[in-house]
């Protein structure tokens, strides 16, 4: 007998014939779980539509086992074509109407919230959502389809079984013999209040008598692609007659909620009075902690459900086991958590844009923990990478932390390389097996060492790219077109990006030789600190280089001398002051080489130097005015310092030669990857002013025709909502957008006038809290980067215009360094970071220049004052307060 190509959800119990999330489902329904009816097109609809198409499936797979990693992403790009080119045999079309309408008439039958009008199509593989594997968030999901979209859905939930993601996932954790195959769920959309995720035992410490709800208003579809921050709930279920006790409610700031509509899938902004309010009542989050334990009785296993509510009550729309301890949580075991601002705020500005705060979650996904997942490294479920508190974004220390000790390494490495809160007592995740540590080294061994061969090529794509969209003539381009370009950069710098392999190759030779020069001296920090001195290659140490250069032409040219030392000052003039100098001309030159770098320039709203010559202007007249060491001097001075750190590392190992020549290996190994960190950096740039002329093109015209007040309101709208403007039909129903720009900006100058810590500890149970700061009074300690002693006057560093007030020898006191701020380490006699690491910008610029640096400094900004005198001893990592005088 042939296998139903249609199902009843009720009737889905084979997960090789449904898949694992409609088998799943049925399982509830069978217990008496609220679940809307729906029904399923099984993968003998799969396999028969294919075969009918002309599609080996088998060999297709075979193909796949076969070919090296390399030639695999080709042969994946042509089956999904292959299957979306598919039509759906009529046949098929027409039993699935008539299902269709049926279950039209259930749902009406069985709630007014469910019109029938609009539709949600999951995907349901055969193998996810089981005890070893869950797909989790591979495979796709629509919602708010209408009938006539419902092929096109079903097409795009079986392509979705061949993406490299999925296939790299697969043959980790499944090994699997035959070809996979997708089943496609179909029920009508809910119209719920809120919606979210909650695991049957806490994610991250893996207690089994807590349950952890994530919240979110509306459709959980942004929660689920990572685009908000969830309300979060702890609740602790105890064994009856012991009631459920709320142990922590964290509750997330909201702009706007996903709604479902007649229409289809609309983002609603959120009145000013409903933005800080809770998702959940405690009474409904105390109910849906209860309703979660009965599913895990049900299942006899710990489980993780996707559930919604609407007027008539709580219903659970997927239930899958949470996985085995070998992909569980359970790999991160600790009860505090850090959130860190500190490598954010090296390149964002202190309040980034909500467009580009969008982006940041994003590429942190698919630009960084991607890597880490195709490692074999396992992250709990529901653990974000980023959280926005206030406006700012954070990253998970403690996840990175968790990921560093899964492959082997030292945790403690992750804050004294990024910067940050450094615990006690990093997490205690448990290390890989060895079979998965070899595959995990070999993995990422051979994306490290690829990159220096490919960057080349990958930097000049990135310059033309970035530099196409900057001087190209685009006015005319439509704003769908416009929309289309963004996008498709957006997919080319994901695709190729090289961010994850050059800065693990920094962090791992910077790890072998702190573990080879550690055992020989004490003093090995300082030593490899004035050993990377002078390479030769910064981009951003070369960009100060030139700015003394540019000081030295101007100075041997009268009439450049004359206009930037002139009192009063009128930056402004400089293109017809200067007109024909040759100073002139070297500064264009300057500008067409740093032109795209920023102040806070990974915000595209943070305009570029070339937009703003007159700051970078304001650095030279600096330079004039209080005149120091030439371009050369300084180059002479630092290979000096970097040969004699490198003869007192030769002395340290003795007669150990050998140990001598693998250091030199992984010294000039270092060289080349901060080389590279920094290059990648500046060539990223070029695409992120590429995006600003873009958002700013997509602006003006969504300004003409009066959607939004001014060009640069695009920022303060987030990629779907842009979506929605540009596809709104002339004459239709339109959302007030200008009221959502406008309250955003109110929220952008309340959170402008807070000060949120730069560190935030979760606790379990406990308000998340900034560790207070200790010492030995007029002492501060950090982490020393550069080599040197330096007294002077501290000048405070927090905003754009207290750089302008920065004097020649000024010791800079600041959060983080900005690469933005680079052109004033020519002008400062010292450099004290509050945040940054080994590896921060900060502090491979100040080593790059010889500057005396201490980094990791906690409490400096609010410590040290303005003008007060202190010493920096950057070799003993120690900051000093003077007598003034």
Request: aromatic share 6%.
């Amino acid at each position: 007998m042939a296998d139903p190509l249609i199902l009843p959800l009720e009737l889905c119990t084979d997960p090789a014939l449904v898949g694992g999330k409609a088998a799943g489902l049925g399982r509830l329904m069978t217990h008496g779980f609220r679940v809307p009816p729906g029904l399923c097109l099984t993968t003998a609809a799969y396999r028969n539509t294919l075969q009918t198409a002309g599609l080996d499936l088998s060999a297709q797979w075979m193909r796949l086992q076969r070919a090296p990693e390399l030639a695999r992403s080709p042969l994946l790009e042509e089956c999904r074509r292959a299957v979306a080119s598919v039509p759906l045999p009529q046949t098929l079309l027409t039993l699935l109407e008539s299902e269709l309408n049926k279950l039209e008439r259930l749902a009406r039958a069985e709630s007014e919230a469910m019109t029938g009008v609009r539709w949600a199509v999951r995907s349901s593989a055969f193998d996810e959502d089981t005890a070893k594997a869950t797909f989790g968030g591979l495979y796709h999901t629509a919602l708010g389809m209408s009938r006539d979209s419902l092929a096109a859905a079903i097409l795009d939930c079986w392509t979705s079984l061949w993406t490299p993601a999925v296939l790299a996932y697969r043959s980790r954790m499944v090994k699997a013999r035959r070809a996979p195959a997708m089943a496609v769920i179909i029920q009508p959309l809910l119209f719920p209040r809120a919606a979210g995720v909650a695991y049957s035992r806490h994610p991250v410490t893996g207690q089994g008598d807590q349950v952890v709800i994530n919240a979110v208003l509306g459709l959980a579809e942004p929660l689920m692609a990572g685009q908000v921050t969830p309300d979060h709930y702890v609740v602790e279920v105890g064994s009856p007659p012991s009631p459920p006790r709320l142990l922590q409610r964290q509750l997330a700031a909201k702009t706007s909620a996903t709604v479902a509509t007649g229409a289809g899938l609309v983002v609603q902004p959120l009145p000013e009075t409903d933005q800080n309010k809770p998702v959940l009542e405690d009474r409904e989050a105390l109910a849906l902690a209860g309703l979660v334990k009965d599913v895990e009785r049900a299942f006899g296993k710990p489980v993780d459900v996707e559930w919604a509510i609407d007027g008539s009550g709580i219903w659970l729309l997927q239930a899958r086991p949470i996985p085995a301890r070998g992909e569980s949580a359970g790999s991160l075991l600790c009860e505090t958590i850090v959130w860190s601002r500190a490598n954010f705020r090296e390149t964002l500005p202190d309040l980034p844009s909500p467009l580009t705060l969008s982006f940041v979650q994003e590429f942190m996904e698919n630009n960084i923990l991607r890597h880490y997942r195709e490692a074999g490294c396992l992250i709990p479920p529901g653990l974000s990478s980023i959280r926005v508190l206030r406006g700012r974004p954070y990253i998970n220390v403690t996840l990175f932390q968790s990921l560093m000790a899964q492959l082997g390494g030292d945790p403690q490495l992750v804050t004294e390389q990024m910067g940050g809160e450094v615990l006690p007592s990093p997490p205690a995740s448990r290390r890989l097996p060895w079979w998965r540590l070899i595959r995990a080294g070999l993995r990422l061994q051979w994306k490290i060492s690829r990159a220096p061969g490919q960057a080349p090529a990958r930097f000049a794509e990135l310059k033309q790219q970035g530099t196409a969209l900057v001087e190209g003539r685009l006015d005319d381009l439509t704003e769908r077109e416009l929309l289309d370009r963004r996008r498709d950069l957006i997919h080319r710098l994901q695709e190729r990006d090289l961010t994850f392999a050059i800065v693990a190759g920094v962090s791992q030779a910077l790890s072998v030789l702190g573990l080879s020069l550690g055992r020989r001296t004490k003093d090995w920090r300082s030593l490899l600190n004035d050993a990377t001195q002078g390479f030769g290659g910064i981009v951003s140490a070369n960009q100060i280089f030139q700015l003394m250069d540019l000081a030295e032409a101007a100075s041997g040219e009268p009439s450049s001398r004359t206009f930037l030392l002139a009192e009063p000052w009128a930056p402004e003039t400089f293109r017809t002051t200067l007109a024909g100098t040759k100073f002139l001309r070297a500064f264009d030159e300057f500008l067409a080489e740093y032109g795209h770098r920023a102040v806070g320039e990974s915000d595209g709203m943070s305009p570029r130097f070339a937009e703003t010559p007159e700051y970078v202007l304001g650095i030279v007249r600096s330079h004039l005015q209080n005149p120091a060491r030439s371009s050369e001097t300084l180059r002479r001075e630092q290979e000096a310092t970097r040969q004699a750190a490198l003869a007192g590392i030769r002395r340290a190992f003795g007669w150990r030669w050998h140990e001598w020549a693998w250091f030199r290996w992984w010294h000039r190994s270092l060289g080349r990857y901060l080389e590279l960190r920094e290059a990648n950096r500046h060539h990223l740039m070029y695409v992120t002013a590429g995006f600003r002329r873009l958002a700013l093109l997509l602006g003006s015209k969504l300004a003409t025709r009066g959607v939004v007040e001014h060009r640069d309101d695009l920022f303060f709208l987030m990629p779907d909502e842009i979506e929605v403007i540009v596809a709104e039909a002339p004459g239709g129903e339109k959302k007030d957008w200008k009221r959502l720009v406008a309250e955003r900006r109110a929220e952008r100058e309340r959170n402008a006038g807070e000060a949120p810590p730069d560190t935030v500890i979760w606790r379990l149970g406990a308000v998340p809290s900034i560790r207070d700061e200790v010492g030995e009074p007029g002492l501060l300690r950090g982490m020393p980067i550069s080599a040197g002693y330096v007294e002077g006057p501290v000048r405070l560093v927090l905003s754009p215009e207290d750089m302008k007030k920065v004097q020649r020898g000024d010791i800079l006191v600041a959060p983080v360094i900005d690469p933005g701020m680079a052109p004033l380490f020519g002008l400062a006699a010292g450099l004290v970071v509050e945040m940054g690491g080994t590896l921060s910008h900060g502090a491979i610029i100040a080593r790059e220049y010889g500057l005396p640096a201490v980094a990791n400094v906690r409490g400096a900004t609010r410590l040290l004052k303005d003008g007060e005198r202190v010493a920096v001893d950057a070799s003993g990592g120690e900051i000093r307060r003077l007598e003034l005088g």
